[in-house]
């Protein structure tokens, strides 16, 4: 590590964030980001690494993509933020092409600067349109941090702020379970069921066959609306636009977030039927967000909704999930004690180590081979491996090739050199 860095890296502790710098350092990772281009990041000391972390799927389509940087370049000749009270060409345009684009008849966008307030949008404008308070997530489940997403997920982040539920009003049952589902469902008590489509932090579980439309059948059955989490899972991600239509679900209210802001300006979308939208009409001024719906923001959105849904893209995602995937099976088979499962759905996966903290020395290697992966923080088992839409084969070889390497020496630390790879 240059003398810079390490410098640099002591000023964080001083003044941004003590615990989580000292945490990437005991996990020896000492990445400090400095330019970023395509699915590229390159470290303050020029080393490049291959990012298939994506920041939770933020820069889905690359880093500083050409042609976000053109349209938010050209925006920014006429607009800024602009003001949340007031109609706005960009935020009217975005709204019209969210419609256009996401299942069934949602028509209302409601705007946030970022997931979490998106969440707390969507389960405010549940609670208002069924006169019901209790929301139904799962167990380690995640939904951001703000006032109500924070209580519908893990209570490692409830806690430490004093923001657990104490009034009965967030159940958390576990995932693919359909009996504990029904059982929360039943009284009739229940505002809204929020799902991730496929749990991210949670480590990529995948639905069971079946389970999440049986889950809207429930909801339907219980006069629960559903709340479609598609903040990891949209905007192409499985091959289709959202990753609810996968399984043949119309949610009642969906959630988008990280990918729809290109990486450039920061914006989310709760995106609800006109059935369910009362509030607007009953009290437009009932939830107001000065950074959400930024009008540069929106701009961007719309470059970003019709990149992702140029021809092109949905059958690229198809064969460069398949082509990542063929090689992970290979590399399984090198390291079958190690590696044991893949979870994928498209270019979403989850890489599965036996090991309690497998993904952890996983990661470290694979940074020290020039890829940027994250462990799933609810399951440090499963690394979180996330290609991006735009991947090239060329690019998918290069970091097959890197990740071979990286499983085969985070096994030699894990087991040692006794351990037989058939064991």
């Excluded at 889950?215 to 636009?241: P, S």
């Excluded at 006109?274 to 001024?285: H, N, V």
């Excluded at 097959?400 to 790879?421: M, S």
Aim: charged share 25%; aromatic share 8%; hydrophobic share 40%.
């Amino acid at each position: 590590m240059s003398v810079e860095k390490l410098e640099f890296l002591e000023r964080s502790k001083t003044f941004w964030n003590p615990g989580k710098t000292q945490a990437w350092q005991d996990m020896g990772v000492d990445l400090v980001i400095d330019r970023r281009e395509g699915y590229f990041l390159y470290d303050m000391d020029g080393r490049r690494l291959i990012d298939v972390h994506l920041n939770g799927g933020t820069y889905n389509i690359g880093h500083r993509h050409p042609e976000l940087i053109e349209v938010l370049n050209t925006a920014t000749q006429r607009f800024d933020m602009g003001n949340h009270h007031f109609p706005s060409l960009a935020r009217t345009a975005l709204a019209e092409a969210l419609a256009a684009c996401t299942p069934g008849d949602l028509q209302y966008t409601i705007y946030g600067s970022g997931g979490g307030e998106a969440i707390d949008i969507a389960i405010k404008t549940a609670r208002n349109a069924m006169k019901k308070r209790k929301i139904v997530s799962i167990i380690k489940a995640y939904h951001g941090h703000t006032g109500l997403a924070v209580k519908a997920g893990d209570s490692r982040f409830s806690k430490l702020f004093l923001s657990e539920d104490t009034k009965g009003e967030f159940i958390q049952v576990p995932f693919n379970d359909l009996n504990a589902m029904e059982d929360a469902l039943k009284g009739r008590d229940v505002a809204a069921v929020l799902m991730e489509t496929i749990p991210a932090t949670y480590g990529f579980p995948m639905p069971h066959e079946g389970y999440l439309p049986a889950v809207k059948k429930l909801c339907e059955r219980y006069d629960a609306l559903y709340i479609a989490d598609e903040v990891q899972t949209g905007l192409m991600r499985t091959g289709e636009m959202w990753g609810i239509t996968r399984y043949g679900v119309v949610p009642d209210l969906l959630v988008t977030g990280k990918g729809i802001s290109g990486g450039m300006y920061p914006i989310a979308c709760t995106v609800v039927s006109k059935e369910r939208a009362g509030w607007l009409s009953q009290d437009g001024f009932g939830h107001m967000s000065t950074m959400g719906g930024a009008e540069l923001g929106c701009i961007v959105a719309l470059k970003v909704l019709e990149i992702v849904q140029r021809p092109e893209v949905a059958s690229m995602v198809r064969y460069i999930s398949n082509f990542i995937r063929a090689g992970l099976d290979e590399i399984m088979a090198l390291y079958p004690d190690f590696f044991v499962g893949i979870r994928q759905n498209g270019v979403i996966m989850g890489l599965e180590f036996d090991h309690p903290e497998g993904a952890k020395p996983v990661m470290k290697h694979l940074y020290r081979n020039g890829v940027w992966a994250i462990f799933s923080t609810l399951d440090p088992r499963v690394l979180q491996f996330k290609p991006g839409i735009l991947m090239t084969q060329a690019l998918s070889e290069e970091l097959l090739q890197r990740v071979e390497v990286a499983i085969g020496q985070a096994r030699r630390e894990v087991f040692g050199t006794a351990r037989r790879k058939s064991a």
